[in-house]
């Protein structure tokens, strides 16, 4: 068994697709705004770290004698010490000699790997770690006069740059954590807000009674929800006309259902009278009897019609289609209707293509198009008078269209009667044909199912070669149905 998906409210699948994109570019955001703080707190400190090299780059310069050897002037360290900034305590440096000796300042710096290949002026940077403690480093090879200039380092601790890239951060993210839920909150407000008019429209339609099937009032509802409305209404609609029609098919199966059992009972009476007298006239009985019979007879072709018709209007039937001979099937049924024809003397035959041919294949529903020949067949030989013919013909329109046809030689359908005698119960006025007009009815309603095209015109079978009178019983102008089929392919499985 498939277990059934829960039902999911509207307003809380919404909030899910917006609210988690939502958190997620501001996770997004909030990496790139870190490295962008990065950014920004790098550059004024390389800039502060560039200048103090520079300057102590100066000094060094200023100090060193005019062509001696680099490695014989003295720093004055109480210059040095001036460069630094009352805030900037931390700052730590060092001096190191042409040839890699140790002048002045901290010597746990380390020298740079490329510092050879740096020409004299220009400052580089480098990530290091001092005593433990990471450290940004400017380093630069003063410019001296007649000689080879010393190393100049500059170091800062790093922390001070993460400092203020989380100030930044802060300063960034924080205000966006109380608009973000601020932001959420409008937004729910305002989906709750849009989806009123549909709960509205739920309670309208909640206290509507059983029988009401009115269309629904459009102008109060959304744009974005009317075309749903529209199709309610259509649906509704259609609705109505099929309660209507099953309203009015019922009252009519009731009231032609009446006529059979009101026959019984009165026939079943007079038979009870015969008996219970005990003078009874054994063939009034008999007469009796028989019209009980041929009552029940009546009663139960019109239970079959009915159910045909229930079976006709079911939707399934859609479902189960294959591929049918139209040929065979037709002999098929013709077979159970040749005693009939043999009593009535009339003339029942077949003409068109033979049983297994591969053309006059259609993709239907069996035991439906079964259904349907029956009820035109039975329809045919009801209306032939004794002596009359009745042909079946199966064929096809250039391997397009499959045709089934079935004419009579009886009085025909006048032409002003053909469009009424496929509504239920409807039988043609002047007719001593019994039955219960539900036949054509159910013919086409099983058409219409297979999207058959379905045609009534004469027969006119007096006006062809080969046919006379037979028993007395002339050939009025008939009736032909004709259902037009879409054929299968002759290689479709």
């Given at each position: ?85 009352t ?7 060092r ?47 003063a ?9 100049i ?59 009401d ?17 529209r ?113 009535k ?56 269209n ?7 030689s ?84």
């Amino acid at each position: 068994m498939t277990k059934q998906k829960p039902q999911r409210s509207l307003l809380a699948t919404i909030l899910e697709w917006i609210v988690g994109p939502l958190l997620l570019l501001w996770l997004m955001n909030v990496g790139v705004t870190w490295l962008a703080a990065q950014g920004i707190a790098n550059a004024p400190h390389d800039r502060a770290l560039a200048d103090m090299a520079k300057a102590l780059a100066v000094q060094v310069a200023q100090q060193t004698p005019h062509g001696g050897p680099a490695g014989q002037f003295e720093l004055q360290t109480r210059s040095l010490e001036g460069l630094r900034a009352t805030d900037s305590a931390d700052l730590s440096y060092r001096i190191v000699g042409p040839q890699g000796e140790h002048l002045s300042g901290e010597r746990a710096l380390h020298s740079p790997i490329d510092a050879e290949r740096a020409r004299a002026g220009e400052v580089r940077f480098r990530d290091d770690v001092m005593r433990g403690v990471s450290v940004r480093v400017a380093y630069m090879w003063a410019d001296v006069p007649g000689g080879a200039g010393p190393l100049i380092e500059v170091a800062e601790p790093l922390s001070k740059r993460s400092l203020l890239a989380t100030e930044i951060l802060q300063g960034v993210v924080l205000p966006q954590l109380v608009f973000l839920p601020l932001g959420v909150l409008l937004l729910w407000l305002a989906l709750a807000r849009s989806i009123g008019p549909l709960n509205e429209l739920q309670q309208r339609i909640r206290r509507r009674d059983s029988n009401d099937l009115s269309p629904i009032e459009e102008h109060d509802v959304p744009e974005e929800v009317s075309s749903l409305v529209r199709a309610i209404n259509d649906l509704l609609t259609r609705l109505d006309q099929s309660v209507a029609t099953q309203k009015h098919f019922l009252a009519d199966a009731a009231h032609q259902l009446k006529t059979p059992l009101a026959g019984l009972r009165m026939q079943a009476e007079l038979a009870q009278r015969e008996i219970a007298g005990g003078q009874g006239d054994p063939q009034a009985v008999t007469r009796s009897l028989r019209n009980i019979v041929l009552s029940s007879q009546r009663a139960a072709h019109m239970v079959n019609q009915l159910l045909a018709m229930a079976r006709a209007d079911q939707q399934e039937n859609s479902l189960a289609l294959v591929p049918v001979d139209v040929a065979e099937l037709a002999v098929e049924v013709m077979q159970d209707f040749v005693p009939r024809a043999l009593e009535k003397h009339i003339d029942f035959g077949y003409e068109g293509a033979q049983p297994g041919d591969l053309t006059p294949r259609i993709r239907g529903h069996r035991l439906l198009l079964g259904e349907l020949l029956r009820n035109l067949i039975d329809n045919a030989l009801s209306c032939t008078p004794s002596g009359g013919t009745v042909t079946v013909r199966v064929g096809d329109e250039s391997g397009q269209n499959v045709l089934l046809q079935v004419e009579d030689s009886g009085p025909g359908i006048p032409v002003a009667e053909r469009e009424k005698v496929f509504r239920p119960f409807y039988r043609v006025l002047g007719t001593p044909v019994d039955g219960s007009g539900l036949g054509l009815a159910i013919v086409r309603e099983i058409a219409s199912q297979h999207q058959a095209e379905l045609l009534l015109d004469d027969a006119n079978l007096r006006h062809r070669d080969g046919l006379s009178d037979q028993g007395g019983a002339p050939f009025g102008p008939g009736v032909r149905f004709t259902l037009r089929f879409a054929a299968l392919p002759p290689n479709s499985p």
